[in-house]
């Protein structure tokens, strides 16, 4: 999913107030993805220190996260405004002392304030195999927590426990531990699933044996008779006809098994 990611410099932030009087400026290239910070009238960017004084809760472990480093040009020299890119510019809520519905924008659960930048994000929720994030079901921020660290929480680099929390949450079947424990868990649950949407069945990477070929690679050579598929040291030659792996009756507890070794059943 690497490609998916947004690049930094392909983003070309527009302050609210540049586009007062309904200029809107649409993207002149396709190289460049055009991004709007919420609009609040009459109010100017002030930067993530200035919310520090009374969300010491958000802005602590922030300056860490992909979202700090987002930078809306038109609000310099305030420096970072990583906060104000999700919330709008924080001038008037903070001259009124903060509070609810006080001049700022609460994205809420509404994943349409992520769909600001995250335009291939949205793609991928309109794939037939989908979480049903279009459908109100679910939201970002049930995966992502758009405060701290956590917002790594499932992006690689962290240990499968961390990384598949969230699903842990709503997949207890997949997720509990099991007897004969399948190795690939341990990359996580993005080994095999696209977890925003895809094309295949069960958001699968791939829908066909290839899934299982990554890491379970062909023997081939030496000792192996020609026209032979040999995985794992046992000849897969008529069963790989049947169908993928998973399917036609064979490694059917993919996830693991609390009875068969090779995850039969
Ligand atoms: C990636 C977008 C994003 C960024 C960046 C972001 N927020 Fe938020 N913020 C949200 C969303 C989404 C919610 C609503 C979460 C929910 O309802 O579960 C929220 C909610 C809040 C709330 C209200 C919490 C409540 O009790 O309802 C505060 C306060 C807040 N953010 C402050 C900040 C501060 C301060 C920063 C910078 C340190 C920041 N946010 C950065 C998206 C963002
Ligand atoms: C002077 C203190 C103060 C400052 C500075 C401040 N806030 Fe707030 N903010 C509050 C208070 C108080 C609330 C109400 C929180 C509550 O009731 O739990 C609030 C609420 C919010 C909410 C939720 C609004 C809603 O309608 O649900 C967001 C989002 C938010 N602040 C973002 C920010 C951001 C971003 C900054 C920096 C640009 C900032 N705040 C700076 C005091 C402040
Ligand atoms: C103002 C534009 C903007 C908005 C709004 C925004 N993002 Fe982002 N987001 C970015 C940028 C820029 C990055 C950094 C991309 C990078 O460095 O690869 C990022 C990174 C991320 C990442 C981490 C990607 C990674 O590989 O580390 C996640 C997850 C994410 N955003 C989710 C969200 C969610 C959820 C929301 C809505 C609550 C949201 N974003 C709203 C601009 C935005
Ligand atoms: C079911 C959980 C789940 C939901 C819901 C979800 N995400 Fe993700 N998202 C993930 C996981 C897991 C990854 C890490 C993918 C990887 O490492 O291959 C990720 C990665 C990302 C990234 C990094 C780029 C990429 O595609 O790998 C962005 C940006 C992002 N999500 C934004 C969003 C936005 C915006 C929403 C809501 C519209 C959302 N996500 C909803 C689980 C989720
Ligand atoms: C908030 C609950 C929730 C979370 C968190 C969640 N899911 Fe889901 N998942 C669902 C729902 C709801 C469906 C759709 C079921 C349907 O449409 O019938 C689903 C469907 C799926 C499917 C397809 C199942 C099928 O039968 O087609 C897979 C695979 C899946 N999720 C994997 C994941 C992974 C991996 C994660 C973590 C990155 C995750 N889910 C996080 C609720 C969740
Ligand atoms: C080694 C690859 C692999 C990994 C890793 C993996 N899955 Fe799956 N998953 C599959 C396959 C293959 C299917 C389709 C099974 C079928 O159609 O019978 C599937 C199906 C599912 C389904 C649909 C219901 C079902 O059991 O058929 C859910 C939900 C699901 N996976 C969640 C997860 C979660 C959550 C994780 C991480 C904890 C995860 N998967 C890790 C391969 C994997
Ligand atoms: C991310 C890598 C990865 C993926 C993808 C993966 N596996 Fe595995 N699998 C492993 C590892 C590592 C082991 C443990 C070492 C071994 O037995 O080769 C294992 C073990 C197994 C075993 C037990 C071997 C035995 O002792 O009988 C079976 C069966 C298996 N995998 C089937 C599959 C199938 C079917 C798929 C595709 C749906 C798949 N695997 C996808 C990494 C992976």
């Not at 794992?232 to 036609?248: D, F, K, M, Y």
């Amino acid at each position: 999913m690497g490609t998916t990611r947004i690049q930094h410099a392909r983003i070309l932030m527009i302050a609210g107030t540049a586009l007062a009087g309904g200029l809107l400026i649409s993207c002149s290239s396709l190289e460049r993805t055009l991004v709007v910070a919420p609009q609040i009238p009459d109010a100017t960017f002030t930067g993530n220190r200035s919310c520090a004084d009374c969300h010491v809760n958000y802005t602590r472990g922030f300056a860490s996260t992909p979202h700090a480093r987002v930078q809306i040009p038109a609000a310099k020299p305030v420096g970072e405004t990583g906060c104000e890119s999700c919330h709008g510019p924080g001038s008037r809520h903070i001259a009124a002392g903060g509070g609810r519905g006080k001049f700022i924008v609460n994205p809420g659960k509404d994943p349409s304030a992520c769909f600001q930048c995250h335009l291939e994000t949205r793609a991928q929720f309109h794939l037939p195999q989908r979480h049903p994030v279009m459908e109100g079901k679910m939201n970002c921020v049930q995966c992502h927590d758009p405060h701290g660290l956590e917002i790594l929480k499932p992006a690689g680099g962290m240990s499968m426990a961390r990384a598949d929390e969230p699903c842990a949450q709503c997949h207890r079947d997949q997720t509990r531990p099991r007897v004969y424990a399948h190795e690939a868990m341990r990359e996580g649950c993005t080994a095999c699933h696209q977890p925003h949407g895809s094309i295949n069945a069960k958001m699968l990477i791939q829908p066909d044996l290839n899934l299982c070929l990554r890491c379970h690679a062909q023997v081939q050579g030496a000792g192996v008779p020609n026209g032979q598929f040999v995985i794992g040291a046992i000849n897969h030659s008529t069963l790989v006809t049947r169908g993928a792996c998973w399917t036609s009756g064979c490694h059917t507890a993919i996830h693991g098994s609390d009875i068969n070794h090779h995850l039969l059943y």
